[in-house]
């Protein structure tokens, strides 16, 4: 454990979990969110980002563009619990990854919960993931991506693209949220152990994200989901944290399915630590691990078909 873990995981638990854990609503949650982007993030460098309006009803995109951005494109989903995060506030992390896959970055601003509750985020993924086609993207050429529940969201599109035979290259998640349902161990074994998500919210917040829905919907639990035809899944998770099990059951049954996954799993690191990119050395790592698969898999693509190259 680097000295920066050190020091963050005492900052997480005495800043940060017992103002999540006491927070009213997800207004007030959106407001803590990026709060604590504010103190704990770095700023995103060495890229431009640019806003773009939604196409044809779907959500806002931030494009993150490093310099001399080779051909394909990550899709990336941010997390917040499907009640709060942007774009803005996981800029650090969409500029490192940018920079280090060398590849441009996709942002949508999703709708969130309670106000648009499931399936309104599965529906602007969706819709995010339309307008890349509809601009001449290849699926071989575009990756998909996301932390928490951006990482689940990930998931669930690449489900249903495997299951209509239109997979994208690679899909690379962070600490991903895989089941509403909470039938994970990890989210009572690990309660004492999380430096960041307090497990006693689960169930409130699972109720604002699904306004009654059936929290077993592979829309937004891809842990129940099928993955015919899945290309290959780079998973990022720690020890420590109550999505644990949502990440490792999900790695056993892509296994099971005949999908290469690569599993980046630490011993302490906070939930979906990549977000603490610049500042943090075990951030940084796994970025790197992150942008060689998939650049390893875009490349492959862009090999085999004319990769996706938008303007500037």
Known sequence: MSLSLRILDTALRLAVRPRLARVGSPVSARREIAWMARLFLGR??????????GQGGGPAITRVIPP?????????????????GSPQ??????????????????????RLAPEHP???????ARAAWEGL??????????????DSAGGGLALSLLADLCAEGTPPAAAAVFSP????????????????????????????LVGYVLGGHDPADPRVSPLFARYPGCPPVFMAVSQAEILRDDALRLGR??????????????????????????RLAEADATIRRAAGFLRAHLGRAAAQRPACRLSR
């Open 118 to 124: 499931f399936p309104a985020a599965w529906e602007d």
């Open 253 to 278: 049954r892509l296994e099971a399915e005949g999908v290469p996954v690569s599993l980046d799993l630490q011993p302490a690191c906070p939930h979906a630590w990549p977000i603490f990119a610049g």
């Open 44 to 53: 995103p460098r060495g890229v431009s980002i640019r806003q773009e309006r």
């Open 177 to 204: 949220w895989t089941d509403l349902t909470g039938s994970g161990p990890s989210l009572r074994d690990n309660a004492g152990r999380d430096a960041f998500l307090p497990p006693a919210r689960f169930g409130e």
């Open 133 to 146: 086609r509809a601009q001449g993207c290849a699926p071989g050429s575009i990756a998909l991506a996301g």
């Open 68 to 84: 001399d951005a080779a051909p394909g494109m990550v899709l990336y989903f941010h997390g917040g619990g499907y009640v709060a």
């Open 89 to 110: 506030t996981h800029a650090a992390l969409l500029a490192a990854l940018a920079r280090a896959t060398g590849r441009e970055i996709r942002a949508p601003r999703y």
